[in-house]
């Protein structure tokens, strides 16, 4: 018989970003929440691990919308933790460095700023890049003003206020550079943070690549002590409330459904809790698992029969005795990439081997503000993330634990192996911790399924006006986190607060 627990009036799935700021807004509202996580630390992709004295943020690099007055802010202010977690601007004149044949080129804040640099540098391309940027910037900005939840009926209710979304709603980031005539050269640069996404020109829905560039050139920040200290902070508000409840290690195993509406959860230790609503941050196909598929109406099951985008291999290294300043590292991010086109980087990453020369994506979070607890006292981190196909990891763990093992060192070598002959020489001498997650791991600490980074690919076929969003077919339960909206620390505090102001009536935005 399961141990029943008291009644809340909202049960969370997940401490995810997104279950974690729900979770913190609804407790702060006088709400009684219980929050349950498989984990043993909260975060989700934004958890934190320690290993030898240094503790590495698995899967948060850098973020937008924290200036004062943004959108995190405004979040944090309605908790009143605007003093406690607070945020620092990467530099606005270079905070994304991209690398690759005949390319080295720091993007910077300021699409004006950008556009011109970028004409200087490719003159005959002036008045492409000018209609680059304004279609970039007129999407990114009616995004923006999209509400949560809408759908087709919104957007085309208002054709003028969404013209750039109803226009380019199918077409690809290549569609774009195709239609402008652009060389590969100034494609690389432009699709260049394509790590953010994961996807390649010629997958990533055009609409994608205008909000997250956009917004990065808006701010592209970091926490002033540590992501660590974020997560632990939202979970303090949970956790501080009475009648509120917040537990770590304890997986949902079940939620039980009476006629059309949710009413508990049960946990793998034999726990039930009753509430009133439910809020899912796990990716929402589990949600078919832990309900039971017979539950949900035809219609939704194939909402829910999306594809998985990419996973990667992540490379941890905690470093001693090395000045990675005098290297070229600071507080931007680099991208490097083996070959100007970046459709042809895509494919040999995602093959079913380990790619010579990887593609990754890499920064130094010691090179940015933070706290002590990142690094013991001359330490200093470097971490670097490479995508890659789920299935061959897989199939290599299927054939032996041994294999799949040396797989992972090998893509772990040979990213340091370009690292060293690019930009580091002689690293390997300083490295005295190296973790490397492959999608396996993504998929036992976070049960990410199949890996994922963002949930879907973030291409037209899964980021269009079907798009699932927070609504289920039960009237009490509502999806939040990556799969329901857009993946993205901001993005989801973002949609978080609009559920948050829906459910309560309350208001997060001034
Ligand atoms: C390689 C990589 C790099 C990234 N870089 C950035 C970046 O630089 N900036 C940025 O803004 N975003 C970045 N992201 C995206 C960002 O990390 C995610 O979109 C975001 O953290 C997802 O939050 P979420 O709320 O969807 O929940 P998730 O992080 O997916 O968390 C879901 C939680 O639910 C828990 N859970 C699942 N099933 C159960 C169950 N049955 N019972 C209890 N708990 C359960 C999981 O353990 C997990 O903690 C990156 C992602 C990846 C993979």
Known sequence: MPTVREHYDFAIIGMGIGGLTLGALLARHGKKVVILEQHEVPGGYGHSFHQGGFSFCAELHYVWDCGPGERVYQMLRKLDLEDQV?????????????????????????????????????????????????IVSTIHRQLYDLPIGFDWRTVFGHPRRYSHIIKYIRWT??????????????????????????????????????GGVGSYDQGAYYPAQSFLHVMKSLL?????????????????????????????????????????????????????????????????????????????????????????????????????????????????????????????????????PHDASLAPPGGSQLVLVAPCRYEFFKQLRQRGEDLYQQAKQQYADAILGVVESEFVPGLSRHIVQRVVGS??????????????????????????LNRLNYKSPFPNLYYVGASSCLPGFATIIH??????????GDRVYK
């Open 86 to 134: 607070t945020f620092t601007r990467l530099n606005p004149d270079g905070f994304d460095r991209i690398v690759g044949p005949g390319v080295d080129y720091t993007i910077g804040s300021g699409f004006d700023r950008e556009q011109r640099r970028l004409a200087e540098r490719f003159p005959e391309h002036a008045g492409g890049l000018a209609r680059y940027f304004s």
């Open 173 to 210: 980031l290549q569609d774009l550079f195709d239609q402008l005539d652009f060389p590969l050269a100034l494609r690389l640069i432009l699709a260049g943070q394509s790590a953010i996404f994961w996807m390649p020109p010629r997958d990533l829905s055009l609409l994608v690549q205008a």
């Open 236 to 368: 303090r508000r949970v956790r501080e409330q009475p009648g509120c409840l917040a537990k770590l290690k304890t997986e949902v195993t079940g939620i039980e459904v009476a006629g059309k509406h949710c009413r508990a959860v049960m946990t793998a230790a034999g726990e039930r809790f009753t509430a009133d609503q439910f809020l899912f941050d796990a990716d929402a196909q589990l949600s078919l698992d832990l309900i039971g598929r017979e539950h949900f109406p035809a219609h939704f099951l194939r909402k829910l029969q999306y594809e998985y985008g990419p996973s990667v291999v992540s490379v941890y290294l905690g470093l001693q005795d090395l000045d990675l300043r005098q290297y070229g590292f600071g507080d931007h991010n680099i991208f490097w990439h083996p070959d100007v086109d970046l459709n042809r980087v895509y494919d040999e990453q995602l093959a079913d081997r380990i790619p010579e020369r990887p593609y990754f994506f890499c920064n130094s979070p010691t090179l940015r």
């Open 439 to 464: 999608p396996l791991t993504n998929e036992h600490f976070v049960r990410a399924p199949h890996g994922n980074c963002y949930s879907t690919p973030l291409d037209p076929r899964h980021v269009n």
């Open 495 to 504: 949609f978080a607060c609009m559920l948050y102001e829906r459910l309560t």
